[in-house]
C-alpha cells in the first residue's frame, strides 16, 4: 500500500519564476492538504482540498494556489516566486476509516535564490 | 496566544530509558483530537498517536503513549525504551472541531530529540 507522494524531492527557483509541486495521496484517501515548512519551525497550513474543491485556507497570499484532480492527486502552484517561500513543502492525507489522522508524504524542498 | 506550546526546544536520553516530551494546548471546543508526529532529518512527518478529547484512557501505540490530562489541557508523549532512531524532530498537533469533519490542524515548534548510546 503505497503512502503519500511527492514530486519533486527538491527543485531550485529564482525570484519571480513560478513552480508546480505534485502530491499523490495515500490509497483511500480524499483529502488532501499542503503545507510550508520553514527551517527550525512547525508546519503552517496552506489549504485543503476535498472533492477538488478548496476547503479550507490558511493565511497565505494568492501567489499560492492549488488544484485537486477525479483521481484525489494535487498541485500546488505558486507563482512569483520570493526568496521567503524556500522552505519544505508537505502535502498530507486523510479520509478512510481514520478520517481525523494525516499522513504526510516526504516533502519537496524548494529553494528560491 | 499559542494554541499548541511545546516548551522543550531540545532534550536529551541515554538509550534504552523512557523520556516524555511536554505538549500544552489552548483551546474552547469540547470536541478535538490531539496528535504526534516525529519528523527525521529526512523531513517526512511520520504519525506517531492520536488522542481524542473524548477517549477516556490514554492512547498506546508500542512505544509511544500520550498522557492525556484533560483538566491541565495536557498531552504528553512518552516515549519508552528509547532507541538511536528516536533522535528526531517531534511535533504536537491539535484538530479542533468535530472528528471527521474539515479543519486546519495547528503544529506545535517542536521537540529536538537526540538519543545517546
Known amino acids: 500500500d503505497a503512502g503519500v507522494t511527492q514530486s519533486p524531492t527538491h527543485l531550485i527557483k529564482t525570484r519571480g519564476q513560478q513552480v508546480t509541486l505534485r502530491c499523490s495521496p495515500k490509497?483511500?484517501?480524499?483529502?488532501v492538504s499542503w503545507y510550508q515548512q520553514a527551517l527550525g519551525q512547525g508546519p503552517q497550513f496552506i489549504f485543503q482540498?476535498?472533492?477538488?474543491?478548496?476547503?479550507q485556507r490558511g493565511n497565505f497570499p494568492d501567489r499560492f494556489s492549488g488544484h485537486q484532480f477525479p483521481n484525489y492527486s494535487s498541485e500546488l502552484n505558486v507563482n512569483a516566486l520570493l526568496l521567503g517561500d524556500s522552505a519544505l513543502y508537505l502535502c498530507?492525507?486523510?479520509?478512510?476509516?481514520?478520517?481525523?489522522?494525516?499522513?504526510f508524504g516526504p516533502g519537496t524542498r524548494l529553494t528560491v535564490l | 496566544a499559542q494554541k499548541i506550546t511545546q516548551t522543550q526546544p531540545g532534550m536529551f536520553v541515554q538509550e534504552k530509558e523512557a523520556v516524555t516530551l511536554d505538549c500544552t494546548y489552548d483551546t474552547s471546543d469540547q470536541s478535538y483530537g490531539l496528535f504526534w508526529y516525529k519528523q527525521p532529518s529526512s523531513g517526512e512527518m511520520i504519525f506517531l498517536i492520536y488522542?481524542?478529547?473524548?477517549?477516556?484512557q490514554n492512547a498506546t501505540e508500542g512505544r509511544y503513549s500520550l498522557n492525556f490530562q484533560k483538566a491541565r489541557k495536557s498531552a504528553n508523549l512518552v516515549i519508552s525504551a528509547s532507541q538511536l532512531g528516536d533522535s528526531a524532530m517531534y511535533f504536537c498537533a491539535m484538530r479542533e472541531g468535530p472528528s471527521g469533519g474539515s479543519y486546519i490542524p495547528t503544529f506545535g515548534r517542536g521537540t529536538s530529540l537526540i538519543v545517546h548510546p
Open positions: 490509497s483511500g484517501h480524499d483529502t
Open positions: 498530507a492525507s486523510r479520509g478512510g476509516a481514520r478520517t481525523d489522522t494525516q499522513y
Open positions: 482540498y476535498y472533492e477538488e474543491e478548496e476547503r
Open positions: 488522542q481524542g478529547s473524548y477517549d477516556e
